[in-house]
């Protein structure tokens, strides 16, 4: 099982962007997805989940109103749609899927992971 994660790259500050998470190997419909991020020199942190369902979705408190997540028909893949973005968004972002329908911001309670995308947002 592998998850992978695309849409990264440069752009300034107030751009939007789109990323795609897209899995080999198995189908994630029962599952919840989140996207976390990793900035240079700091801890990942939790951007935003969604259920198995798509009927339910969580958001950092630093993205809401600015980012969205959602999802094809609950399966893969799954989109992070980026707007009015900020320097401090700068990080690689990865995506995730727990073996629960249900959203959790803890990365640890995420059972599979792919390899990030970087997004540079420049001022």
């Known amino acids: 099982v592998q998850l992978q994660a695309s849409g990264g790259g440069l752009v300034q500050a107030g751009g939007s962007l789109r990323l795609s998470c897209v899995a080999s190997g198995r189908t994630f419909s029962r599952n919840a997805m989140a996207w976390f991020r990793q900035a240079p020199g700091k801890e990942r942190e939790f951007v935003a989940a969604?259920?198995?369902?798509?009927?339910?979705?969580k958001y950092a408190d630093s993205v809401k109103g600015r980012f969205t997540i959602s999802r094809d028909s609950a399966a893969i893949p799954v989109y992070l749609q980026m707007n009015s973005l900020r320097p401090e968004d700068t990080a690689v972002y990865y995506c995730a899927a727990r073996d629960y329908p249900n959203t959790v911001v803890d990365a640890t309670l995420y059972d599979a992971w792919g390899q990030g995308t970087l997004v540079t947002v420049s001022s």
């Open positions: 969604i259920s198995a369902s798509g009927g339910s979705t």
